[in-house]
Nanobody, 118 residues
């Protein structure tokens, strides 16, 4: 079992920045990747970014160049630095950890709300 707790969400103006954190606990052995997904009202949950145990990263086209995913292995924590935020980034952001290559599988946090509005 893996437990994931997100933090760092909130309200920010367009063009602003937020840093999300996901702290993992439990059986973290053989975790292949951790990442961030988001779900906006009326839309499907989508991959934002993830990072593998080897350090490879993957980003949605809509956030590439603006968001950066990173990890702190000593703390079992993954971060999402979000810059140049846009209103369309508004969503609930979910942390994910998985033991297989396939995205969208594994363990999920409860989510943290990010709202980008003037």
């Amino acid at each position: 079992q893996v437990q994931l707790v997100e933090s760092g969400g909130g309200l920010v103006q367009p063009g602003g920045s937020l840093r999300l954190s996901c702290a993992a606990s439990g059986s973290m052995f053989s975790i292949y990747a951790m990442g961030w997904y988001r779900q906006a009202p009326g839309k499907q949950r989508e991959l934002v970014a993830d990072i593998t145990s080897g350090g490879s990263t993957n980003y949605a086209d809509s956030v590439k160049g603006r968001f950066t995913i990173s990890r702190d292995n000593a703390r079992n924590t993954v971060y999402l630095q979000m810059n140049s935020l846009k209103p369309e980034d508004t969503a609930v952001y979910y942390c994910n950890a998985r033991r297989v290559v396939a995205i969208g599988t594994g363990y999920w946090g409860q989510g943290t709300q990010v709202t980008v509005s003037s």
